[in-house]
């Protein structure tokens, strides 16, 4: 069964430091996300990306990130500068896109541990 | 805006019990609701989504899910509750009139406890 990948499932980075959080949706997906899961929270929206622009951002997702769809199979998001407070679990997800496949499908995660 | 309320932080119950994990939702158009599941340093699994038709919705594992429109609740249920079952279970929502690209909004999530 086609799943969503993620890489790295660890990252541990100095504040100030550029990551790149990397995802490989599922291959004939038209919708892709951001989210992220702070320890003991909810989960929460960071954005989505259709037809290779941003569709719709939360306020949590400032100057500060950016993604990017870089060839026919990766997405990826970035954090230019990385603060103590971007520690979280982040979450990419993708969905189909079609009529009546509404749900999206998420990967495992990455856990972004800023020191 | 859209926002769902997950009232419990924990449920337990005794395996072969049947199981409510409830959820109440907030929207301004017409919902599109979810389940999920997260098993510990695991991502999301989707479990079961009302979108139209049926109130009463099936999904994975025998799970089902009743949407009730009145009282805007989307609750989890399962009739005899297994000790795998234990795990984090969030409750989405998305508003239809959105656009196609929109976001999910989680509740806080519920953690199942199923005892031997």
């Known amino acids: 069964e086609p799943e969503v990948t993620q890489t790295p499932s660890h990252q541990v980075t100095q504040m100030g430091q550029e990551v790149i959080l990397r995802c490989v949706p599922i291959?004939?997906?038209?919708?892709f996300y951001w989210y992220r899961q702070i320890l003991g929270q909810k989960v929460e929206f960071l954005v989505s990306?259709?037809?290779?622009?941003?569709?719709?951002k939360s306020e949590i997702f400032d100057d500060q990130f950016s993604v990017e769809r870089p060839d026919g199979s990766n997405f990826t998001l970035k954090i230019r500068s990385t603060k103590l407070e971007d520690s979280a679990m982040y979450f990419c997800?993708?969905?189909?896109?079609?009529?009546?496949?509404?749900?999206?499908?998420f990967g495992p995660g990455t856990r972004l541990t800023v020191l | 805006a859209q926002s769902v309320a997950q009232p419990e932080d924990q449920v337990n119950v005794a395996e072969g019990n049947p199981l409510t994990v409830k959820c109440t939702y907030s929207?301004?158009?017409?919902?599109?609701l979810f389940w999920y599941v997260q098993y510990p340093n695991r991502g999301l699994q989707f479990l079961l989504k009302?979108?139209?038709?049926?109130?009463l919705v099936k999904g994975s594992y025998g799970f089902e899910a009743e949407f009730n429109k009145s009282q805007t609740s989307f609750h989890l249920k399962k009739p005899s509750a297994l000790v795998s079952d234990s795990a984090l279970y969030f409750c989405?929502?998305?508003?239809?009139?959105?656009?196609?690209?929109?976001?999910?909004?989680f509740g806080g999530g519920t953690r199942l406890m199923v005892k031997p």
């Open positions: 997800a993708s969905r189909d896109g079609t009529s009546g496949s509404d749900e999206q499908f």
């Open positions: 291959s004939n997906h038209l919708y």
């Open positions: 990306f259709y037809n290779n622009e941003i569709s719709e």
């Open positions: 929207v301004s158009g017409n919902p599109y």
């Open positions: 009302y979108i139209t038709g049926d109130n």
């Open positions: 989405a929502v998305r508003d239809r009139l959105t656009r196609a690209g929109n976001m999910l909004t």
